[in-house]
């Protein structure tokens, strides 16, 4: 990526927004990593843990769990890990007043989390599901900035963020990017 290949042919023929990820599996080629999960959860699914729910009405309340992240939880989210990871890890300086705006709006989100997951075990019921996966990547980042306090503030959404980054996939994944 440094080199901007990602900014050029044949990357550009997976994405033409020249972004990460892309992912082609035989004649399918596919971006934005909201659909290629789901896309290999569904290809796959029966391998490893189920992460689509079978049935129209446990379809529905996962879908809504996912746009949910996508919509409400990673804008904060992602602007929070900018600020707090991101900017100190590239030389510049934290906007401590995005923080303050971004950690009052996860605040409200996270609210709605422990309401819902005083209910169930995970954001879609029961089992862990695409809702729950999409949420570690900047979840891992958060937990080690001061935003890690409106996690442990909430005692459902604190066992709920050890949990999904309790599983062995993501253990593999993090080894995987150590290397």
Do not use: C
């Amino acid at each position: 990526m440094k080199a901007g290949a990602h900014k050029q042919e044949p990357f550009l023929s997976l994405n033409p927004f020249g972004q990460v990820p892309a992912f082609e599996h035989g004649d399918l080629k596919v971006f934005e990593s909201r659909a290629i999960t789901q896309y290999i959860a569904l290809e796959f699914s029966e391998k490893g843990t189920q992460l689509i729910s079978p049935g129209s009405k446990s379809m529905a309340t996962l879908s809504v769990w996912m746009e949910v992240e996508a919509h409400q939880y990673d804008p904060a989210a992602s602007k929070l890990a900018w600020e707090q990871f991101y900017k100190p890890l590239y030389g510049m300086v934290t906007d401590t007043a995005a923080v303050e705006e971004n950690e009052a709006k996860l605040a409200k989100v996270l609210d709605i989390y422990e309401t819902r997951l005083s209910q169930s075990k995970y954001l879609a019921g029961d089992g862990f599901s695409l809702a729950d996966m999409h949420h570690i990547p900047v979840t891992q980042i958060l937990v080690g900035t001061q935003t890690k306090k409106l996690f442990e503030s909430r005692p459902h959404v604190n066992a709920w963020v050890a949990d999904i980054t309790a599983r062995p996939a993501y253990y593999k994944v993090l080894a995987m990017q150590k290397q």
